[in-house]
């Protein structure tokens, strides 16, 4: 695909970018870098956390064991244990046919066991958001940059996530979120008990991922980026 000299890559992490760079896949005059789809201001507008007698930890994506489902729950039992006053939700689909794919019965299970809440897939994502103190991602295979991240962040929720090279576009340890190293079940849990407890750190490390959401990442910002390659090069 890449020998043709009028096809060009664009990638959406500097991790891909430099692995293609290494790899020599393409000539670094048709390879670009632009961080992410980006997320529309309008539609995830920044919103104060909700105030509620136990806040909410959501994980939203397609419920595949990639994305660090597992861990997820796993967590929730950490914390359950230790008595914290959380509630850990999952919001997305489960489909039998992908052998991905995190069995019904085992979600509905979790939900017995009092571990998890699961809201199925939703459409109105600024709202589900919006309901949550802290938007948790502990994917364990590659992204590009995860929507989830760009639309929590950008509605003002504390990002904790695993060390991936798509969540590390976003977030920073420590200045734009949490990142669990390794993504294993007790730094998950480690961070998300760490936000709840530290307001200061919470809404300091929300307000630094704004920032860099509203400067880096808006759709505005990366449609122009994207546009601007197709008139240098003529496509």
């Not at 201001?41 to 994506?61: C, D, Q, R, Y």
Request: proline content about 3%; charged content about 30%.
């Amino acid at each position: 695909i890449f020998k043709p000299k009028n096809s060009y890559l664009i990638v959406q992490n500097s991790y891909d970018f430099n692995e293609i760079i290494e790899k020599n896949l393409i000539d670094r005059k048709r390879l670009y870098l632009i961080k992410s789809s980006g997320v529309n201001l309008n539609e995830f507008p920044f919103m104060e956390e909700i105030n509620t007698s136990v806040p909410k930890v959501i994980l939203a994506s397609r419920l595949l064991w990639e994305k660090g489902i597992k861990q997820f729950v796993d967590a929730a039992k950490i914390l359950k244990s230790k008595r914290v006053k959380v509630s850990f939700v999952l919001v997305g689909d489960t489909h039998q046919s992908n052998p991905q794919s995190v069995p019904k019965k085992l979600i509905e299970k979790w939900v017995n066991d009092g571990l998890v809440e699961w809201w199925g897939r939703k459409e109105n994502m600024s709202e589900v958001i919006s309901k949550s103190k802290i938007v948790c991602l502990p994917t364990v295979y590659g992204e590009g940059v995860p929507k989830i991240l760009l639309e929590s962040a950008a509605t003002g929720r504390a990002l904790v996530v695993s060390d991936n090279p798509g969540c590390t576009e976003i977030v920073t340890d420590r200045v734009s979120g949490l990142i669990a190293k390794d993504g294993n079940e007790k730094e998950i849990a480690g961070c998300i008990e760490e936000l709840l407890i530290n307001n200061e750190l919470r809404k300091n490390l929300v307000l630094e991922a704004y920032d860099k959401i509203v400067h880096d990442f808006s759709s505005d910002t990366i449609v122009s980026k994207t546009i601007e390659i197709y008139k240098k090069n003529k496509i």
